[in-house]
């Protein structure tokens, strides 16, 4: 199959100023999972029921843990290979010396943080019962804190209930910051959250200038931890104050700005992917008006490269115009729909912008297009390990037909030597009720190495 082009190859380098945007702004969007506040930035949605997981896949998932308990077991009390073998121990063994690291979370814990719940060939998932748990788990995915080099210097903590404030904070997980995300609920830390915590067990550190912790919106401070309060009145003056945060913490201008939208969670969710991979800010605007904060924000930085990520019915081509004024280098990255507009941001390159994944050999994180908190709590992964772009489906049970394609695209292949070929690797954000298992399968097939051509 031919290797399609990007999806916005066709857009121009910068915004046409022709007075006409394309259409009035959509709909508030859903309001993720799991959010308990009613605040004006986060829109509202339906609770989706919770699936159970098929027998077969329980049976599994119960064999993982009861391999990872015993995995524990032996090298947490095992090491005496002396015990079964009939011979005594030497009498002059010293005892063994008592470790100040502590130890990973146990495989009980592990499976209530939702990592892993169950993986293929290809892909793994993190699917906790809620966001924090989400969070918990990717943060022990990619700090498994088993020593001191293991863990973060810092953390970041955003409320559930304000997914703009997470988007923009993914930006403090790039280096050399690298502080992944947890989430607070109700002025409160969820036992995962907790838990998390105690085996991340940040120290702080000359990155984070020896803050353990930032607070982001109404998140609280962890107890006994040095923390960094980041504030806002609103979504885009919250995002600001992040970006100043970001310039704080990095000690200089961001190499590009992304403008996403602050009322369609779908279309900005692809930002915080992108703002952990590269340190790039993201700020927010409205669909005909860009906020003062924004704009203030923007003219800090007047010769820093903007991309507008999302179509004119998001953000309108007035509100290009206007960012303009201040940074003649603003180009739009754009799909109409949630799910085209992320693989447009995975496509897309401009310069040292954009992920430009338009081959194989590369890692993917796969979110539901109506949980924005998952986006932000996920974007570590983009940040570590396979790095790679975030791609949304908009459906629990069916993959959508153009993430389908992209994947195909994108497939691996070999001729005659399948270790020497290019490999891809998919996260799975979120559990059953989010995304089932078997679309986890159609996307685990899209990713499996395929040999092409006759027999060698």
């Known amino acids: 199959m031919a290797r399609k082009q990007p999806i916005n190859a066709e857009i121009p380098a910068s915004e046409p100023v022709d007075g006409s945007p394309k259409a009035e702004a959509k709909a508030a969007a859903p309001k993720p999972k ?4 009613a605040k004006p930035v986060a829109p509202k949605t339906a609770k989706r029921k919770r699936k159970s997981m098929p027998g077969a ?3 599994i998932a119960g064999l993982v843990v009861v391999a ?3 995995l524990v077991a032996a090298v947490l009390g095992g090491g005496d290979s002396n015990q079964n073998s009939g011979k005594p121990a030497p009498v002059s063994a010293p005892p063994p010396e008592v470790s100040e690291e502590k130890q990973t979370p146990t495989a009980a814990a592990a499976e209530e943080l939702g990592y892993p719940s169950f993986a293929t060939n290809n892909t793994t998932r993190v699917g906790g019962s809620d966001p924090a748990s989400t969070a918990a788990g990717v943060a022990l995915a990619v700090f498994p804190s088993a020593t001191a080099a293991q863990r973060p210097a810092a953390v970041t903590i955003v409320d559930e209930g304000e997914w703009q404030g997470a988007i923009a904070a993914a930006v403090l997980m790039a280096a050399p910051v690298q502080a992944p995300l947890l989430v607070s609920a109700d002025d409160d830390l969820p036992d995962a959250t907790s838990q998390a915590l105690a085996a991340l067990d940040p120290r702080g550190d000359s990155s984070t200038k020896g803050v353990q912790a930032f607070s982001i919106g109404s998140a609280p ?3 006994g931890l040095k923390t960094t309060p980041v504030k806002g009145s609103d979504a885009a003056t919250l995002a600001a104050a992040i970006a100043t945060l970001r310039d704080e913490l990095l000690d200089g201008p961001p190499d590009h700005i992304v403008l996403a939208s602050e009322d369609e969670p779908g279309l900005a969710m692809p930002a915080a992917a992108w703002a ?9 605007s409205g669909a005909k008006k860009l906020p003062a904060a924004t704009l203030k924000a923007l003219k800090r930085h007047p010769k820093v490269p903007v991309y507008v990520l999302g179509p004119s019915s998001a953000i309108s081509s007035d509100v290009v115009r ?3 004024k201040v940074d003649k280098k603003v180009r739009r990255v754009s799909g109409e729909e949630a799910v085209e507009n992320a693989i447009a941001l995975a496509r897309y390159s401009s310069g040292d912008f954009g992920w430009n994944v338009n081959d194989p050999g590369h890692g993917f994180v796969v979110a539901r297009s109506d949980s924005p908190l998952d986006a932000a709590v996920a974007a570590p992964l983009s940040a570590s390990g396979t790095w790679g772009p975030l791609l949304l489906s908009d459906d629990a049970d069916t993959l959508p037909k153009a993430l389908r394609e992209y994947l195909l695209d994108v497939k691996p292949g070999y001729t005659t030597d399948p270790t020497r070929a290019f490999y891809n ?7 059953q009720e989010a995304i089932d298992v078997n679309q986890q399968a159609e996307i685990d097939q899209l990713a499996e190495l395929a040999k092409i051509g006759g027999e060698s």
């Open 425 to 431: 690797h998919v996260w799975v954000i979120g559990d």
């Open 57 to 59: 896949l329980k049976a």
């Open 276 to 284: 952990a991979r590269s340190g790039d800010p993201v700020l927010f």
């Open 322 to 324: 206007e960012a303009a």
């Open 68 to 70: 990872v308990v015993f």
């Open 34 to 37: 799991g959010q308990t506040k």
């Open 221 to 223: 401070a962890p107890e």
